[in-house]
């Protein structure tokens, strides 16, 4: 009676965690963009200089930097990934303003400080001083004056070459320029700098500071990128792709857990439940991790699955041996998930190394593609070999298993000892 009174209540609680929160959890999966919609550009990387080198290093400082001016323009959940050695992929989930994300990041901007040169016309600079990748990484912060006005504050990595340009620009304009676009009101400079360090001030508003401050951080790109390769992946087809997904999954598990039933009773009751739990705790670990669900990720979670089939196959088959020898029920239970166990490890195990395998040295969606799966593996270790072996023992102890044919093994299939 105490077994079968833990077994119920563990099955009723588990039911109940797993009804109420599903909603919930399904709600806050965070979608890629092929499932969710977006923008994506692959670059080509370039040294700024010509006879530059690249490294990998430089791409990949010029990947962070793509992702904060990604975020700088309010999108969700960019992903920058670096292909090969002189190439990288921006992909941008859910974009709302899906013109203006174009509009700023077809073609990273290229930030100047520009002086006026012999024979320019009033307003016009056309002597480049310094560029984004002679500035401090995010240096760049506003900051309020003595009478509490905005101002930027920034640090050159050169400070020999600052002090140069200041003491010959002492009382001149120093312009900033996006492309060939001025931002603002050229600063004058005011006096001659030698710690590499500045304050840039012309009565700009909180906000216009803020973005000449992000301007700058964001600008400092360490290598030229020249767009390769767009595409925007609508709303509609995204949420297209999502829902036959999810229908054929469905259909899928369906079908498993009939089969499950019909071959092994019971038991089959058991592994089915096993495997809703298993895809449960994997959703609550997307939540809880923040994994990003995409195409890929759901080809893992669906081979995850059937990795999970399989071992419930195999230990019931096992147990149905052990019955078919001639063994008694909780011989043949024990005898059956003792084999199975060690067969479904081994298989696990290795499935686990080539996917750290894949992920050491994949990309982008087969780095994504092998996390899920390693996730999935550990997860149905933990649900469909020992909490299904566990649920089977239990009511086996407590009498509520105790005939063959509720294993689906028929009494003319048993040898005698």
Do not use: C
């Not at 036959?244 to 999954?249: D, M, S």
């Not at 102890?397 to 044919?405: E, V, W, Y």
Request: charged share 20%; net charge neutral.
């Amino acid at each position: 009676m105490k077994r079968m009174l833990s077994f119920i209540i563990t099955v009723v609680v588990l039911t109940g965690v797993m009804v109420f929160t599903t909603p919930g959890l399904l709600d806050r999966v965070r979608l890629g963009l092929d499932l969710k919609g977006g923008f994506e550009i692959l670059y080509h990387a370039e040294p700024m200089d010509t006879g530059g080198t690249l490294t990998r290093a430089s791409l990949q400082k010029t990947a962070e930097s793509l992702e904060k001016r990604a975020n700088a323009l309010g999108t969700s959940e960019p992903e920058v990934t670096t292909e090969g050695t002189d190439r990288i992929r921006l992909k941008i989930a859910g974009v709302t303003d899906e013109a203006e994300v174009r509009k700023k990041m077809k073609e990273p901007a290229v930030l100047t400080f520009r002086s006026a040169n012999e024979g320019d016309a009033p307003g016009v600079y056309s002597k480049i001083e310094l560029v984004g990748s002679d500035f401090v990484e995010g240096a760049a912060e506003v900051q309020r004056d003595q009478l509490n006005r905005p101002e930027i504050s920034i640090s050159i990595k050169d400070k020999k070459k600052f002090a140069e340009i200041t003491e010959r620009l002492l009382g001149k304009e120093l312009a900033i320029y996006l492309d060939e676009n001025l931002l603002s009101s050229p600063p004058t400079v005011r006096a001659v700098l030698t710690d590499g360090k500045a304050s840039i001030s012309g009565g700009y508003t909180l906000d216009e500071a803020r973005e000449i401050a992000d301007t700058i951080n964001l600008g400092a790109l360490p290598l030229k990128l020249t767009e390769k390769y767009s595409q925007s992946v609508g709303a509609t087809l995204g949420k297209q792709s999502l829902d036959e997904t999810v229908r054929a999954g469905i259909v899928g598990s369906v079908i498993i857990l009939i089969f499950m039933l019909l071959m092994y009773r019971l038991p089959g009751v058991l592994a089915s439940f096993a495997l809703i739990l298993h895809t449960w705790l994997l959703i609550l670990v997307f939540v809880l991790a923040d994994f990003t669900l995409t195409l890929p990720g759901i080809a893992a979670f669906i081979l995850g699955i059937g990795m999970a089939v399989d071992a419930n196959i195999i230990t019931n088959e096992r147990i149905r041996e052990e019955m078919r020898s001639g063994k008694g029920i909780m011989s043949s239970v024990k005898a059956g998930n003792k084999t199975s166990f060690r067969t479904v490890m081994d298989a696990n195990v290795t499935t686990i190394i080539v996917a750290a395998v894949m992920f050491a040295f994949g990309t982008g969606a087969v780095k994504g593609f092998a996390l899920i799966l390693i996730v999935e593996i550990v997860l149905s270790i933990v649900t469909n070999l020992y909490f299904a072996h566990w649920l089977l023992t239990v009511l086996v102890k407590a009498g509520a298993l105790n005939k063959p044919k509720q294993f689906g093994v028929k009494e003319s299939d048993i040898s005698a000892l």
